[in-house]
C-alpha cells in the first residue's frame, strides 16, 4: 500500500477485506478537502441542544464541518439554523458564542437579518439600490434539514439525505441512553454549564475512532485509574454493574455508527455506586430501580463510548458527554464537549457530577489528556513521506462479528462481537471507515441508502 | 446637525432623531448593534407617505438627536 505521490481519495485506501487502512486518509490535505464536500455536507451533524436557545432571540453559535452557523430560535418561537455569513460580502454577521438579539448585523456594511434568517436591512436601500435589490432573495442561507430529537437539535445540508431518524437507524437506542433520564423518562437531559472547546493537533479521524468503540487502549488511562478519580473514590468509574455485564461492540453497518455497550442480565439488581457522596449514590440507586421497571429496549443497556457517523461521540453514563470532533484542517481538530445531567436531579447531585466531569473530561481532564496526547503525537508520526507508506491495521476480530447475537432473550442490532472474554476487536473502526469510504466514493444519496435497496453490506463492506 | 457622528447604542426608545433626509423619526426600539435602529417616522418632508411608518434607520443615516 505505498502511497506517495498520490493525489486525493481512491478506492483501496480502506481496504476493509485485509484490515487495513492507509494512513493518506488521516494526514493527506486533498483527502481533507474532498471530505468536506462528500462527508461533511452530506451528513445529519449535532448543531445544539434546545435549552440553549430556550426563548425567542437566542442563539447559539455553532459548527457544521468547518462552517460556522447560527442556531437561534425566531420571534415566533421557530428553530433555525443558518449560515453565519452575510450573503453581500461574506463577514459573520454573528461573532457571539450565544445570546439574545433581533437582529444579526454584519458589521462590514451593515447588512441586517432577522433571527427568521430574512434580509430586514440593507443600508441605502431606497438611495444606492434604488429600491430594486429583491431582499427576499438574500436571506441567511438555511440548512436543507433540521431535526430536533429530545432536545438535541441536528442538521444537514442535502435536501437529498435521509430523515434523521432513519440515518440513525437501529442506532436511535444507543443516543436515548444519554438523551432519556437515568430512570428511563424520555428526554430528561440538560446541559450542564457552557461548552468546553479546544484544540487538538490531529485528523478528526482519531478522536472518532476511539470513540467508536476503543477498549484497546485503556492502558492509556492506568495512571487515572491508579489516581481514582471515578464517583466512588475508585479507577474512573463505578464497576460493579459493568463487571456482571456482557461487554459488546456493536456496529450498525448500514449507517456508520457504533459503539460498545454493556448488556446486563435479566432481573439483575442494581450495584452500589457514586459512593463518594451518601445523597448521590441514593439518587442514582432510586433511578436505576426505577428505571427497571419501566418496558422498552434500553432497561438491560448500559451506554459507553459510541459514535454517531461521521463526528459526534457519545459517552452516556459516566461521564455523561457528547463530544464534537469539528475538522479545523486535514490536522487540526476543534473539539467541543458538552456535559448532560438530569433536569429534575438535586443540585447536590448535579454540583457532584459536575466535579466528576471535570476530573474526567474536557481539556483538563485526566482521561481526556491521555487521549489527546495519544492522537496528536499518532498523527505528527504519520505526516511523513516514510510512515505514509505503512498502513495502519485493524484486523482485530476480523471475520468474528455476528448479526443475530442475543443474550438471555435480548437481541442487539447490528453486527455485535461479544468482547467479555476477549477484551477487544476493531469490528467498530472497520464499520467507521468502511461507512467513510462510502461517503467519499458515492455520488449520491441514492446510492448511500443502501438499506433502501435491502442489500445492508452493499457499497465498500463487500470489495 | 450633530458636530461628529452620533452614538446610536447610546439612544432609547422614545427618543427623537433628525434624519440627514430632514425626515424625524421616533426610536421604538434598538437592537444595540451600533449599526440599526427601529424607529417611527413622525415627519418626512421629502416622502410624507412614510409618516407612521416603523422602518429600520441607518446609523450613518442618523444626523441628529432631538433634545
Avoid at chain 1, 460556522?68 to 463577514?91: K, P, Q, T, W
Avoid at chain 1, 461487554?247 to 455508527?257: E, S
Wanted: glycine letters at 8%; aromatic letters at 12%.
Amino acid at each position: 500500500m505505498a502511497t506517495n505521490g498520490m493525489s486525493g481519495y481512491r478506492s483501496g485506501l480502506v481496504d476493509l477485506a485485509t484490515g487495513q487502512i492507509s494512513r493518506e486518509i488521516f494526514v493527506n490535505d486533498e483527502i481533507y478537502a474532498q471530505e468536506q464536500e462528500r462527508v461533511f455536507a452530506r451528513s445529519w451533524l449535532f448543531v445544539g441542544h434546545e435549552s440553549q436557545i430556550a426563548n425567542p432571540g437566542d442563539f447559539f453559535v455553532s459548527r457544521m464541518g468547518e462552517e460556522s452557523v447560527i442556531l437561534c430560535r425566531d420571534r415566533a418561537g421557530e428553530v433555525h439554523v443558518f449560515l453565519n455569513s452575510c450573503r453581500h460580502r461574506g463577514m459573520k454577521v454573528c461573532r457571539y458564542d450565544d445570546g439574545n438579539t433581533t437582529v444579526f448585523t454584519c458589521p462590514y456594511h451593515g447588512w441586517s437579518f432577522g433571527t427568521d434568517g430574512a434580509l430586514v436591512g440593507v443600508p441605502y436601500f431606497r438611495e444606492a439600490y434604488h429600491s430594486e435589490l429583491d431582499k427576499t432573495k438574500w436571506g441567511l442561507v438555511e440548512v436543507a434539514q433540521l431535526a430536533r430529537y429530545k432536545g438535541t437539535v441536528w442538521a444537514n445540508w442535502d435536501s437529498s439525505a435521509p430523515p434523521f431518524l432513519e440515518y440513525l437507524g437501529e442506532f436511535r437506542r444507543f443516543l436515548d441512553l444519554i438523551l432519556d433520564g437515568w430512570d428511563g423518562r424520555e428526554g430528561q437531559a440538560e446541559l450542564l454549564g457552557g461548552v468546553q472547546k479546544w484544540l487538538i493537533p490531529c485528523n478528526w479521524k482519531f478522536p472518532a475512532e476511539n470513540f467508536s468503540g476503543d477498549s484497546y487502549h485503556n492502558i492509556s488511562h492506568r495512571s487515572v485509574d491508579l489516581v481514582g478519580v471515578g464517583p466512588s473514590g475508585k479507577s474512573r468509574r463505578d464497576y460493579g454493574e459493568l463487571n456482571v455485564a456482557r461487554k459488546l461492540h456493536v456496529a450498525i453497518p448500514d449507517r456508520g455508527h457504533q459503539t460498545i455497550t454493556y448488556l446486563l442480565p435479566k432481573d439483575h439488581l442494581p450495584q452500589p455506586s457514586y459512593q463518594n457522596n451518601p445523597e448521590v449514590a441514593a439518587y442514582f440507586r432510586h433511578c436505576e430501580e426505577e428505571r427497571r421497571k419501566r418496558p422498552g429496549p434500553n432497561t438491560r443497556l448500559i451506554g459507553a463510548p459510541g459514535e454517531i457517523f461521521p463526528n459526534v461521540a457519545l459517552l452516556p453514563r459516566q461521564p455523561r458527554t457528547l463530544a464534537v470532533w469539528h475538522p479545523k484542517n486535514a490536522h487540526q481538530t476543534e473539539v467541543w464537549r458538552f456535559f448532560f445531567v438530569d433536569r429534575d436531579a438535586p443540585q447536590t447531585v448535579k454540583n457532584f457530577l459536575r466535579d466528576y466531569y471535570i476530573r474526567y473530561s474536557g481539556p483538563a481532564g485526566m482521561t481526556e489528556q491521555d487521549d489527546m496526547e495519544n492522537w496528536n503525537y499518532a498523527h505528527a508520526a504519520s505526516r511523513g513521506v516514510i510512515a505514509r507508506r505503512h498502513p495502519y491495521t485493524y484486523e482485530m476480530g476480523l471475520g468474528h462479528a455476528v448479526e443475530d447475537y442475543e443474550y438471555e432473550g435480548y437481541r442487539v442490532p447490528g453486527r455485535v462481537i461479544d468482547i467479555t472474554q476477549i477484551q477487544s476487536s476493531e469490528e467498530p473502526m472497520r464499520n467507521l471507515y468502511g461507512r467513510w469510504a462510502q461517503f467519499m466514493e458515492a455520488d449520491s444519496w441514492d446510492e448511500l441508502m443502501t438499506w433502501r435497496r435491502n442489500t445492508p453490506h452493499a457499497g465498500i463492506a463487500a470489495k | 446637525m450633530s458636530d461628529g457622528p452620533i452614538n446610536i447604542r447610546a439612544l432609547t426608545a422614545g427618543t427623537r432623531v433628525v434624519l440627514v433626509s430632514g425626515a424625524e423619526a421616533e426610536i421604538v426600539s434598538n437592537p444595540n448593534d451600533g449599526v440599526w435602529i427601529f424607529a417611527r417616522y413622525v415627519s418626512a418632508p421629502d416622502a410624507p407617505a412614510l409618516v407612521g411608518q416603523e422602518e429600520m434607520i441607518f446609523a450613518q443615516d442618523v444626523a441628529d438627536v432631538r433634545q
